[in-house]
């Protein structure tokens, strides 16, 4: 299972791996509070769509079609690969500073490895042709 998880949250036990999905570091929380199994911020909005969307709700139709498009990229596969595993074997909390919690890139990238394990996937890179991740 994949969760959701501000960064300023605090962190819990049935949290499972946690990992950081932004590209940048959130201000104001220590790396010992955010308690993470890992940061792939390869896996984060490339800085240029990142900029670009500045969490413009009118934008995010088009950022959802971008930032699938990013995903597909074949550097992104390992990276989803190892989100798709950890989640196989328990509890997996993507981490996020956005304050959007529905429309901001781990909320996308949440439901693309969700899509993966319902497929089987993780043993190849996910396809994430729909129009929403």
Avoid: C
């Avoid at 490339?46 to 950022?63: I, K, M, N, T």
């Avoid at 074949?74 to 798709?84: D, F, G, H, I, Q």
Wanted: hydrophobic residues 40%; glycine residues 8%; charged residues 30%.
């Amino acid at each position: 299972m994949v969760k959701l998880k501000r960064i300023y949250e605090p962190a819990s036990a049935d949290d499972g791996a946690r990992f950081l999905v932004e590209r940048l570091w959130a201000r104001g929380v220590s790396k010992e509070a955010a308690r993470l199994t890992g940061w792939l911020k390869d896996l984060a909005p490339s800085p240029a769509l990142r900029q670009w969307y500045g969490h413009d709700p009118s934008r995010w139709p088009e950022f959802q079609k971008r930032y699938a498009a990013e995903l597909r990229a074949p550097e992104k596969a390992p990276l989803l690969r190892l989100l798709v595993d950890k989640a196989r074997g328990g509890m997996v909390t993507l981490v996020f500073a956005a304050r959007d919690t529905e429309r901001n890139s781990a909320a996308l990238l949440q439901r693309y490895v969700q899509r993966a394990l319902a497929r089987g996937g993780g043993r190849r890179r996910p396809s994430g042709g729909s129009r929403h991740a």
